[in-house]
């Protein structure tokens, strides 16, 4: 049973940074695209429907970024660990939600459009909070 923990979240203030990780457990995921969404709390969404924020692709050469967090995010993964992190540098009150990871087997047909879609992964974690105070 594949399953992902996120963890790192927690309050801070505006400019200061996170790192968030994820674990996957289950199986080996060297050869799955590992991706970061977000999604306010409170409102009546399904995954499918969570905010992009990065993703790496199963070569770890390829990663996207949302604009909102270009330039200002890092993500990395390692494989041995089969982990995911999200490096969150200049943290902005904007940047106050849950953050989830979540991952999908990688296919050949996926394209730098697609990995950015919420519906495209397959497995998801619990989520983590980030919280921002001006």
């Known amino acids: 049973q594949v399953q992902l923990a996120e963890s790192g979240g927690g309050l801070v203030q505006a400019g200061d940074s996170l790192r968030l990780s994820c674990t996957a457990s289950?199986?080996?995921?060297?050869?799955?695209?590992m991706g970061w969404f977000r999604q306010a709390p409170g409102k009546e969404r399904t995954s499918v429907e969570r905010e992009f924020v990065s993703t790496i692709l199963a070569s770890s050469s390829d990663t996207y970024y949302a604009d909102s967090v270009k330039g200002r995010f890092i993500i990395s993964r390692d494989d041995v660990k089969d982990a995911v992190y999200l490096r969150m540098n200049n943290l902005r009150p904007e940047d106050t939600v849950v953050y989830y990871c979540a991952i999908v087997r990688s296919r050949s047909w996926y394209t730098s459009e697609s990995v950015r879609l919420a519906r495209v992964y397959d497995y998801w974690g619990q989520g983590t909070q980030v919280t921002v105070s001006s």
């Open positions: 289950g199986r080996n995921f060297s050869n799955y695209i």
